[in-house]
C-alpha cells in the first residue's frame, strides 16, 4: 500500500493539470477508493477530485464565490423596479446564503425607495432580511419568496439628508429547486420627480 500511496498522488496531480482552471481552484478534497459517479457541477468554491470505479472525475461545490459589485452608479427615477445587479447563477439542487451591502441615496427628503430580489426560477423558499441603516432605526423585515416574481424586501426607506449615502443590508438563504437560479437585485423610486442611486462599491456575494 505504501508502495502504491505516491503513485496515486503522482496520478492525480497529471489529472489536475489536465484539468481546465475552473476545476482545479483550491482549497480542495481528494477522495479515495469511492464509488459511484460525481458529475460536475458549475460553481468554484471547492474543488474535489474523485477517484471510484467509473474513473476520475473532477467537479466542484457548485457554490459560486465571485463577488458582483457595481463599478458606476446604478440610477433609478421610475417607479417600477429596475435590476442593479444580478448574482451568479447558482446550480440545483442546493441551499445557499449570501449577502448584498447597497449604498443608496435619493434626490429628495421625500424620497422612499423601496428594494426587491426576484430569480430567475421559483426557489423552494428564498429568505430575505433586509437591515436599512437610514439615518432613522428602522426594523429589520423579514421576506419569503417562493415564486419567480420580483418582490420587495424593505419597506419604503426614508430618505433623512437628500443626496446623502445611507445603507441597506440585504441577508438571504436560496433553497434551490431543480434549476439553475440567478437571482437579482432591485430598486425602484416612489415619483419620477426623486431619483434614487445606488453606489459604486455596493456589492452581492454567497457566503
Known amino acids: ?20 482552471t475552473s476545476a482545479q ?13 460525481f458529475p460536475p457541477q458549475v460553481g468554484d468554491c471547492l474543488s474535489i477530485m474523485a477517484m471510484n470505479s467509473s474513473g476520475q472525475v473532477a467537479t466542484d461545490a457548485g457554490i459560486p ?5 457595481l463599478a458606476t452608479a446604478y440610477t433609478n427615477a421610475t417607479t417600477a423596479y429596475t435590476a442593479i445587479m444580478a448574482l451568479p447563477t447558482v446550480q440545483a439542487p442546493i441551499t445557499v446564503s449570501g449577502e448584498c ?22 426557489p423552494t423558499d428564498l429568505w430575505v432580511m433586509a437591515a436599512p441603516s437610514d439615518g432613522v432605526y428602522v ?14 424586501v424593505t419597506g419604503a426607506l426614508v430618505t433623512t439628508t437628500a443626496n446623502t449615502a ?15 437560479d440567478t437571482l437579482t437585485v432591485y430598486a425602484e423610486s416612489n ?5 434614487i442611486t445606488v453606489e459604486p462599491g455596493s456589492f452581492c456575494t454567497y457566503d
Open 1 to 20: 500500500m505504501k508502495k502504491l500511496f505516491p503513485a496515486l498522488i503522482a496520478a492525480a496531480l497529471v489529472l489536475c493539470a489536465s484539468l481546465p
Open 25 to 37: 481552484v483550491p482549497p480542495g478534497l481528494m477522495r479515495f477508493g469511492t464509488t459511484g459517479v
Open 65 to 69: 464565490c465571485q463577488t458582483v459589485s
Open 101 to 122: 451591502s447597497l449604498i443608496w441615496e435619493s434626490s429628495s427628503t421625500s424620497g422612499t425607495p423601496t428594494f426587491a430580489i426576484g430569480g430567475s426560477v421559483a
Open 139 to 152: 426594523v429589520p423585515t423579514y421576506t419569503t419568496i417562493t415564486a419567480a416574481t420580483t418582490t420587495a
Open 166 to 180: 445611507y445603507l441597506v443590508r440585504l441577508v438571504f438563504t436560496l433553497v434551490n429547486p431543480t434549476a439553475a
Open 191 to 195: 415619483n419620477t420627480s426623486y431619483t
